[in-house]
Structures are given as structure tokens and as C-alpha cells.
């Protein structure tokens, strides 16, 4: 399958780039400039430019047939929109190119999960710490529910370098509670097995140990 990946220098980036090679795909992957690090392969594209221009949204979109976005805010950077500045180029790319499949990248704690991380790390860490980047969050996971494509967005828990294990859940009934942990070798494991399977298709599942 081809696949655009944008967030492609991020540790997860980096895994759905790594684990999509290796599973016979490819990869168009969006980096802001030449120091972008990541290295030669065959089977990946790697094009210049930034998630928030129109242009190179449309360069790295033409000719897929799913996008990946794998970006992230900084929690430093207040009321940085990331995430839905880079959405509100990416689906109208996606309309244009014929482009129907998108996986995108949430948090454990967007939306009406909110009240399921636990009183210390609602108030804390989404209320203060986290509170620009899970807003960014939430309004890129408006724009992709009101739009027409077959999306899957998928809410992980706290991220850590982990190795891939295929071991994890992946729930959306509310019956996962509490800050836990997922690896981002298995986040980009559970992203590139949805491509096919598309159990979750415009669903948003809570993926964690």
C-alpha cells in the first residue's frame, strides 16, 4: 500500500516508517527541513516541507492510498495547533486525490474520555500540563469526524520506547481506566494492522497495556 506519513520524525513516525517498509509498503513521509535524520531506505520518499502548507500537504497526499498522521503538539508551546492546522490541509488533499483511508493520532484523555484518567491527572496534567496539546487534539478529531473519509482515530495512553510486542488493548466502551502505558513500536503495529483489517473504521479506540 502507499502511505503518506505525516509526524514521520517522531518516535512513532519513525516506527510506522520502519514497521510499514518492512511489511512491503510505501512511504512518502513529510519533514520540515534536511534535518530531519531519517535515514535512506528503500521503499520511503522523504519531501520537504511543513504539515501547515497547504502545498506540501498536497505533494505528500497525491498518489497515496492512506495517510498516517502520527503529529504532535509540544507542551511547552502553548496553544499550539499543530495537529489541526496540519488537518485542515490534509482531508481537503485527501477529497481531492481520491484519498479515503486516514489513521490518525489522539490521547487517552481527549474528548469523552476525559473522565476515565483519574481525578489527579484530569485536573493536573490535561487541566495544566497537557491543556494546548489535548485542545489541539480534540479539534482535529472534529474536523476528521465531520468529514466523509474512512477514518480511524486511535487515543494511545502514555507514550514510552518499548519494543513491539502486538500484546495490547484496544477499547472504546470505556472500560479502560487509568494513565497506562503503550509502546510506540505497538501503536504503529496496531495503526498499520488497521489498514487492512479496518475493525475500527470511524471508531476511536483507547490503545494501552
Not at 472504546?172 to 494492522?193: E, H, P, Q, T, Y
Request: hydrophobic share 45%; charged share 20%.
Amino acid at each position: 500500500m502507499k502511505l503518506a506519513v505525516f509526524g514521520a520524525t517522531g518516535g512513532t513516525g519513525r516506527q510506522l516508517i520502519v514497521q510499514a517498509i518492512a511489511a512491503g509498503h510505501t512511504v512518502t513521509a513529510l519533514a520540515r527541513s534536511h534535518h530531519h535524520k531519517l535515514p535512506a531506505a528503500a521503499g520511503l520518499t522523504v519531501l520537504l516541507g511543513s504539515s501547515g502548507d497547504r502545498s506540501s500537504v498536497v505533494q505528500a497526499v497525491a498518489g497515496q492510498e492512506a495517510v498516517l498522521c502520527a503529529l504532535g503538539g509540544r507542551p511547552w508551546r502553548r496553544r499550539e495547533e499543530v495537529c489541526s492546522s496540519a488537518m485542515r490541509h490534509i482531508l481537503p488533499a485527501m477529497r481531492e486525490h481520491g484519498v479515503r483511508r486516514l489513521v490518525a493520532i489522539s490521547t487517552f484523555g481527549a474528548g469523552d474520555t476525559r473522565p476515565l484518567v483519574g481525578p489527579v491527572a484530569r485536573a493536573l496534567v490535561f487541566g495544566v500540563i497537557l491543556r494546548s496539546e489535548v485542545a489541539d487534539k480534540e479539534a482535529m478529531e472534529a474536523q476528521i469526524a465531520a468529514s466523509d473519509v474512512d477514518w480511524t482515530i486511535v487515543r494511545v495512553g502514555v507514550l514510552n520506547d518499548g519494543p513491539r510486542t502486538g500484546v495490547y488493548r484496544a477499547r472504546d466502551d470505556g472500560s479502560v481506566r487509568g494513565m497506562g502505558k503503550i509502546s510506540r513500536a505497538d501503536v504503529a503495529n496496531f495503526i498499520l494492522s488497521e489498514l487492512n483489517a479496518k475493525a475500527w473504521l470511524r471508531r476511536r479506540p483507547v490503545l494501552m497495556y
